[in-house]
Nanobody, 123 residues
């Protein structure tokens, strides 16, 4: 059992930056690949970024490549999402998730989810 708590969301102007954090507890953080997802009302939840257990591999949705960076610090049980050059279409609730699959890469089974943090980008 893993508990995930996101933080760092807020209201920013287009072109601005924001850093999200996801703190994990109740499990062995280094055993889980981690991912970020987002969902706006009326839309399907979409993949944003993922990072392997040791941080050695990352992947991003095409819509955020070159703008967002995912990272993790296993000693602090935290995964981050640095978001730069934000656009109004980035507005959504952002969720972090932990992958419970035995395979280390790529993540495929996101069994644990946080409550989400709201990101709003104004034009």
């Amino acid at each position: 059992q893993v508990q995930l708590v996101e933080s760092g969301g807020g209201l920013v102007q287009a072109g601005g930056s924001l850093r999200l954090a996801c703190a994990a507890s109740g499990g062995t953080f280094s055993s889980y690949g981690m991912g970020w997802f987002r969902q706006d009302p009326g839309k399907e939840r979409e993949f944003v970024a993922t990072i392997s257990r040791n941080g050695g591999r990352t992947d991003y949705a095409d819509s955020v490549k070159g703008r967002f960076t995912i990272s993790r610090t296993n000693a602090q049980n935290t995964v981050y999402l640095q978001m730069n050059s934000l656009k109004p279409e980035d507005t959504a609730v952002y969720y972090c998730a932990a992958d419970s699959a035995l395979r280390s890469w790529p993540p495929s089974t996101y069994a644990y989810w946080g409550q989400g943090t709201q990101v709003t980008v104004s034009s």
